[in-house]
């Protein structure tokens, strides 16, 4: 790794700022978590991460850091509170390492918050007076971060230089002010999507082909986003440096922002995936996991062979059209058509991750995972009890025949058993959803319109689990890792993917996966690994062809993986080469992003020479 002493000054302090910083939501939240540890690694105590701190938050990741010190930071928080301001410092409590985080409250008094308004339509003619809950925050989070790192920069050295490396527009808005203000601060800013491309993707026939058409202003007024998608213009403008993560999204940067990026540098990965050997190890495992959940929930309804069983899934955040699960979900009532048209044995549970608003876990499903488990302790019982009796009995009597297993049952253990059998069994069909939402969404609706109902008949079954996955709170005792492990196939079929952490992660744990040519990581496999479909990775063709066509294709490779397995037993496993992994290791990226930020330094000091 190189030593960053030699590229930036000694003593270089780098805030990393982001609206995911101990705040779950999507790819950046991974992105952060991943690259952390190098990040320490380079920069020790100079590193800080910046967030917001919201009501959810979760307490068991954030762990305060009460005591101060007459440090620069100690003092700017001091500052800072003494202004009325929220902040929080503490690390935050991730597996791997324990980054020092400043979590800051966007939720600052209404008058102030006008005044801010006010001042970013006198500047940037940006007008927020019909701005939401979350434009509110964003602006309120902007204006204390501003105060802050102007502070910060009083109290440090004259010497000493400051990065502030921003994600995404979300926490971004006071680039502007601190560009204006000429604060003796570099910024960098990378944008891992573009607002109008969420936007206008999903909702524009043919958008990658009349991409470069789109007129940004007139759009943004069509969504109502044009306050927003102005915002992250003028972001983009003031910032020293623009780095995103795809070739796409630097063209999306050109047409809707009005700048092209300085660098594409992609998401990075820090673990490189396991030897073969153990992927088929973690596999069995994790496996047997999720055999135990699906049991639990299928058999009080009906018979379910797990070992003529495939997991496949999907997940990401809720952008239904986006994240491809129209596509998803249609192809998999097709294959349910296909494979009970040919009185197929195969079973396939359909896992889809993504969080949603729901009240609670549905009481039937903890009812029945319960008794599942008091089920098989039952067995243990029994278990436990007839080995002595049987083996007593036969070497008492010296018969090769094996005895009446029945006769070796007392009447109070068989009425346990019948009374538990009994408990165990319902007559309702086994639930969609694994909690209660509070409304009914596109996927839920899908399903009981598709007749993805969960019935005994039905070749393909659905499992929706609206809520992140952790080992703490996980209905299957897994975190997420653990399951993608576990299962045959993950399918991501996205419309608008700028990267694509979910297939790049699947791939890494060795699960077969599909993923779209419209993902930067799609993209990244197309050029890198000309024979990936060799290693159990699949490109879905979705940038040029009608979603009809695509969703065709989908059913094709679906159908083709389901019947291979169904036909030679065998369960492939991914494997991705070390020509396409090493390039996205952090500590090969890591060079790219300091290259990004002496040049951000050489732009606000050009006239210094040091850089």
């Known amino acids: 790794m190189p030593n960053p002493s030699k590229i930036l000054k000694p003593g270089t302090i780098l805030f990393e700022i982001a609206w995911e910083v101990c705040n779950?939501?999507?790819?950046?939240f991974t992105y952060l978590k991943s690259k952390i540890p190098v990040m320490i690694d380079t920069y020790g105590d100079d590193y800080l991460l910046v967030g917001p701190y919201l009501s959810d938050h979760k307490k068991a990741e954030f762990r305060p850091i009460s005591a101060?010190?007459?440090s620069a930071l100690s003092r700017t928080i001091t500052v800072i509170r003494e202004l009325g301001f929220d902040v929080h410092h503490g690390y935050w409590l991730l597996d791997d390492s324990r980054p020092r985080v400043l979590l800051l409250n966007p939720n600052i008094e209404k008058s102030r918050l006008n005044e801010v308004k006010t001042r970013l339509w006198e500047k940037y003619k940006l007008s927020t007076i019909n701005s939401d809950e979350l434009m509110d925050q964003v602006i309120g989070f902007g204006e204390i971060l501003k105060i802050f790192l102007s502070e910060y920069a009083k109290q440090i050295a004259e010497d000493q230089d400051i990065m502030a490396h921003f994600h995404e527009w979300t926490s971004?808005?006071?680039?502007?002010?601190?560009?204006?203000?000429?604060?003796?601060?570099a910024t960098v800013f990378t944008t891992h999507s573009t607002i109008l491309g969420r936007y206008l993707a999903p909702n524009e026939s043919n958008y990658f082909t009349n991409l470069s058409g789109y007129d940004w202003h007139s759009k943004s007024i069509e969504f109502g986003?044009?306050?927003?998608?102005?915002?992250?213009?003028?972001?983009?403008?003031?910032?020293?440096?623009?780095?995103?993560?795809?070739?796409?999204?630097?063209?999306e940067c050109e047409i809707f922002l009005g700048r092209k990026p300085d660098q594409i540098i992609f998401n990075g990965i820090d673990k490189r995936p396991a030897p073969r050997y153990e992927l088929f190890e973690l596999y069995t495992l994790s496996r047997e996991k999720i055999d135990a959940f699906v049991k639990a929930l299928f058999l009080p309804s009906y018979p379910v062979r797990t070992e003529k069983t495939l997991y496949f899934f999907t997940s990401g955040r809720y952008e239904y059209r986006n994240k491809g699960f129209d596509l998803t979900l249609e192809a998999m009532a097709r294959l349910n058509g296909r494979l009970m048209q040919q009185n197929s044995e195969l079973t396939i549970v359909l896992f889809i991750i993504s969080k949603k608003p729901f009240f609670h876990i549905k009481p039937e499903v903890l009812e029945a995972r319960q008794k599942y488990q008091d089920l098989r302790k039952i067995c243990a019982q029994i278990s436990e009890r007839l080995g002595?009796?049987?083996?007593?009995?036969?070497?008492?009597?010296?018969?090769?025949?094996?005895?009446?297993?029945?006769?070796?049952?007392?009447?109070?253990?068989?009425?346990?058993?019948?009374q538990a059998v009994l408990n165990f069994k319902r007559n309702e069909l086994p639930p969609v959803s694994t909690h209660q939402l509070e409304e009914e969404d596109e996927i839920s609706r899908f399903c009981q319109m598709s007749g993805l109902d969960n019935k005994e008949s039905n070749r393909v079954?659905?499992?929706?689990?609206?809520?992140?996955?952790?080992?703490?709170?996980?209905?299957?005792g897994m975190d997420y890792q653990e399951f993608i492990k576990g299962c045959n196939l993950g399918i991501f079929p996205s419309l608008y993917e700028p990267w694509g952490y979910t297939p790049m992660e699947t791939a890494m744990a060795g699960t077969p996966v599909i993923t779209s040519d419209t993902s930067g990581f799609g993209q990244y496999l197309s050029e890198?690994?000309?024979?990936?479909?060799?290693?159990?990775?699949?490109?879905?063709?979705?940038?040029?062809?009608?979603?009809?066509?695509?969703?065709?294709?989908?059913?094709?490779?679906?159908?083709?993986?389901?019947?291979?397995?169904?036909?030679?037993?065998?369960?492939?496993?991914?494997?991705?080469?070390?020509?396409?992994?090493?390039?996205?290791?952090?500590?090969?990226?890591?060079?790219?992003?300091?290259?990004?930020?002496k040049l951000a330094f050489t732009r606000l000091y050009p006239d210094s020479g040091l850089y």
């Open 172 to 185: 971004a808005s006071c680039i502007p002010e601190l560009t204006d203000n000429q604060v003796r601060i």
């Open 24 to 28: 779950q939501i999507g790819g950046i």
């Open 528 to 597: 890198i690994m000309p024979e990936h479909e060799a290693g159990e990775m699949y490109l879905l063709n979705r940038k040029f062809q009608t979603d009809e066509n695509a969703i065709q294709q989908l059913t094709e490779q679906l159908f083709r993986f389901s019947e291979t397995f169904e036909t030679e037993h065998y369960i492939p496993r991914a494997t991705i080469s070390k020509q396409a992994t090493d390039p996205l290791c952090w500590t090969n990226l890591q060079p790219r992003y300091h290259d990004a930020y």
């Open 461 to 476: 079954k659905v499992i929706y689990y609206p809520d992140f996955m952790e080992r703490a709170k996980s209905l299957l």
């Open 225 to 251: 986003i044009e306050t927003r998608v102005l915002l992250e213009r003028t972001i983009t403008a003031k910032t020293q440096v623009l780095i995103t993560d795809s070739e796409s999204t630097c063209r």
């Open 388 to 418: 002595p009796r049987l083996y007593a009995t036969v070497t008492n009597t010296g018969r090769p025949v094996l005895p009446n297993l029945n006769n070796l049952v007392d009447e109070e253990l068989l009425r346990t058993w019948k």
């Open 68 to 70: 101060g010190d007459n």
